[in-house]
């Protein structure tokens, strides 16, 4: 019934959505930010522990639509293990794709994050799967308060 | 016409035979905004191709056949919800502009340090933001009704915040986000006892029921023409004339003044006096149109059938197992808004709109509304008197597949 819809939401996305990975609170957490989507109400707090300029941890907690948890969850796990510098690039990149402004994008290149690239057809949905990065850009910069993507 | 025809009544609207990603078109979104008939369509098309000109201004035919077809469509405007006078029907740019109209003019004029001004905790943002802009000018302090988990109105607790302070109660006549019309002749009734004025926000309300000004005895009334099936960027104020004769001008311009000198400028007389550069001719044409075109069909009549869809609607949403409908309040309008359990609204209105279906999702311009039930948004169905009962068994199908393939 909703064949028109598999490209943006992929059993990946359901899956992350039922169980959203890293779901929890990092007790005393280097970096905790808020990220908030007015529009939708999606609302997501992400915590980071840094080993030096490495992430260490990153986990999350809040509500929003299946897209942005499968964004957060699926960041969270491959952002792990990554300087601030790197992560900070795959942002640059996931960006890029999402936003769909290079018609050559290479998704092989962004790894298990390309099953979002759906999102490239729904301009209205952009910033259910781009709110989590914006909320760890805000964080590897240690901006404190609350980030909204209005 | 005698029967309500709803298939003869949908061969009015030329955009409900669009394809929506190769699907039949089923707009649910009337809240946010109705279509528009052909007839209304056609009457901007012919203004501007045949009787097109500034108003008020010429002694030239073209002005004179303007100017009747404006000054026609106030008329009409005055007739559809009994006002007393043409003069007291002001064309502005929608509800938001006339309640910021009337916080500006009679709100300043009238307010004091101190002072109170009631509303619900029901309302749109456009009935909360300009009195709080007020509140700050003048010091007054803002007063919010509480609602219960139905979303009706307490009226206990409304009738308990009026006092000597309260300079105005501004409360909505159907509400967006829950559909619960309220009890605003009561409302007005408890105000009146103490010589308080009332505007009723009526954006909702008007394209779903007869209303008549003289009977509900409002002092402001005010609604958005767009969503009585005419076009965008028009909406009018009702006043009674004696207050709006009392207030001060809103904004400053051509057609407002009688007379300027750079000394002083003497005032137009009502309406005009509210009605500040050269208004929205065609938009205004459009909406004597529309009433025109709703007339014929009778106000009594939409509201009868649309109450017949809402039941309907309902009691198909009630069989949808994790589905909850949020306001449920005894007394609504033809507004089906709810969430499902673990989807998000915005996840149920983008696999809507893969079957064609158009929904809203979201806060509906009502943060506050969506706070008291702990919800960040909903899914909001708003039906139209175009709308079927097919349409809504094909909205139903929608929600039960989507809640099998979420899983």
New interface residues.
């Given amino acids: 019934?909703?064949d028109?819809?598999r490209d943006?939401?992929q059993e990946v996305i359901?899956d992350h959505?039922?169980n959203p990975r890293n779901f929890r609170i990092i007790e005393n957490a280097d970096r905790k930010v808020e990220g908030f989507n007015?529009?939708?109400?999606?609302?997501l707090t992400l915590y980071l522990q840094m080993d030096g300029d490495v992430i260490a941890d990153a986990s999350f907690q809040g509500?929003?639509?299946?897209?942005s948890t499968a964004s957060v969850s699926l960041m969270t796990e491959v952002v792990k293990g990554k300087t601030g510098q790197e992560a900070e690039a795959l942002f640059k990149k996931f960006h890029e794709m999402t936003t769909g402004k290079d018609e050559n994008f290479n998704l092989e290149a962004i790894g298990k994050l390309a099953v979002l690239a759906g999102v490239r057809e729904?301009p209205?949905?952009v910033k259910?799967a781009t709110l989590a990065w914006h909320t760890l850009d805000a964080a590897l910069k240690n901006e404190q308060q609350a980030i909204s993507t209005e | 016409m005698t029967v309500f025809d709803v298939q003869k009544i949908r061969q009015d609207f030329p955009i409900l035979k669009e394809k929506i990603?190769g699907k039949d078109l089923v707009y649910l979104d009337n809240a946010a905004t109705c279509q528009k008939p052909q007839a209304v369509i056609d009457s901007i098309v012919h203004l501007y191709s045949h009787d097109y000109a500034n108003v008020h201004r010429g002694v030239h035919t073209l002005s004179v056949r303007s100017t009747d077809k404006f000054e026609g469509a106030r008329t009409k405007v005055k007739d559809f919800i009994n006002a007393a006078s043409e003069k007291e029907i002001i064309f502005v740019k929608g509800a938001t502009d006339a309640i910021n109209l009337v916080a500006q003019t009679y709100g300043k004029a009238n307010v004091k340090p101190g002072d109170e001004i009631i509303i619900t905790a029901m309302e749109h943002h456009s009935n909360i933001v300009p009195w709080q802009m007020l509140c700050e000018q003048t010091g007054a302090v803002l007063k919010v009704a509480p609602i219960n988990l139905q979303g009706e109105l307490i009226f206990e607790e409304f009738e308990k915040l009026i006092n000597d302070k309260t300079k105005l109660v501004s409360v909505v006549h159907m509400s967006n986000a829950l559909g619960t019309i309220n009890p605003v002749k009561k409302i007005i009734a408890v105000a009146h006892e103490k010589g308080i004025p009332v505007l009723l926000d009526g954006a909702q309300a008007i394209p779903h029921m007869p209303v008549d000004v003289q009977d509900l005895d409002c002092d402001f009334y005010v609604f958005s023409a767009h969503k009585l099936y005419a076009p965008t960027g028009v909406g009018v104020l009702y006043g009674k004339q004696a207050l709006l004769e009392a207030m001060p001008p809103y904004q400053g311009g051509g057609d407002m003044i009688r007379k300027v000198t750079f000394e002083e400028t003497e005032y137009n007389v009502l309406p005009y006096k509210f009605e500040a550069g050269t208004p929205n001719i065609a938009d205004v044409v459009g909406l004597g149109a529309a009433i025109d075109y709703l007339n014929a069909i009778g106000m009594d009549k939409i509201a009868a059938y649309e109450a017949e869809l809402l039941v309907y609607a309902t009691e198909k949403a009630q069989q949808i197992k994790g589905l909850r409908i949020i306001g449920e309040a005894g007394h609504k309008g033809a507004i089906l808004s709810f969430v499902l359990d673990k989807?998000?609204?915005?996840?149920i209105g983008?696999?809507l709109d893969?079957?064609g279906i158009a929904i809203r999702?979201?806060?509906h311009c009502a943060m506050p509304v969506?706070d008291f039930f702990q919800?960040?948004?909903t899914a909001r169905a708003s039906f139209a008197m175009y709308n079927t009962k097919e349409e809504i068994d094909v909205l139903m199908k929608?929600i039960e597949?989507?809640i099998e393939?979420?899983?």
């Fill in positions: 019934m909703f028109d819809l943006l939401y359901f959505n039922r007015p529009l939708c109400g999606d609302r509500s929003g639509c299946a897209i729904y209205a949905r259910c | 990603r989807i998000h609204p915005h996840d983008t696999m893969s079957l999702a979201g806060h969506m919800v960040p948004a929608g597949s989507l393939v979420f899983g």
